[in-house]
């Protein structure tokens, strides 16, 4: 890496991925700073939302919870669905390739750290139909 300033990023600094219910900010992606095995961001959800039931075929993911309270569906290993109720300070473990979904039942906004290894499932949210991007800043 030759620019030490894009080892450290704020989410307000990148384009972020807009949705109807939410936005996800990489601050760590191979076309952000070069990451090579993984890359990752922050997701924040408004009151009531969340994202759908999807997968990551061929990759790990790592949810961890900044702030607000939520819903966590991860499927076990047989392809059944576990639920559980998650808030600041718990990690959440995606098998490769395994199905869930996050849905913030709080009050109030909902804000996790994700982590994709290898780096890459991400951008096939830019495929999604309600997929817009919002300009550093916004």
């Not at 620019?3 to 760590?28: C, E, H, I, S």
């Not at 075929?57 to 059944?80: C, K, L, R, T, Y």
């Amino acid at each position: 890496m030759s620019d030490p300033n894009k080892m450290f990023v704020y989410p307000k600094d990148v384009d972020a991925f807009g949705f109807d219910w939410g936005r996800l900010a990489l601050t760590v992606a191979p076309e952000v700073n070069g990451a090579a095995r993984f890359s990752g961001g922050v997701v924040d959800l408004p009151p009531g939302q969340g994202h759908a039931r999807h997968n990551h075929p061929g990759a790990e993911e790592i949810i961890f919870v900044i702030s607000g309270h939520g819903e966590q569906m991860v499927e076990d290993d047989q392809g059944n669905p576990v639920t559980r109720k998650v808030g600041p300070g718990c990690t959440v473990f995606v098998p490769e390739s395994r199905f869930h979904s996050t849905l913030n039942t709080g009050p109030g906004p909902m804000q996790l750290f994700v982590v994709y290894s290898p780096a890459g499932p991400e951008l096939a949210l830019r495929d999604l139909p309600d997929f817009r991007v919002i300009p550093a800043g916004n």
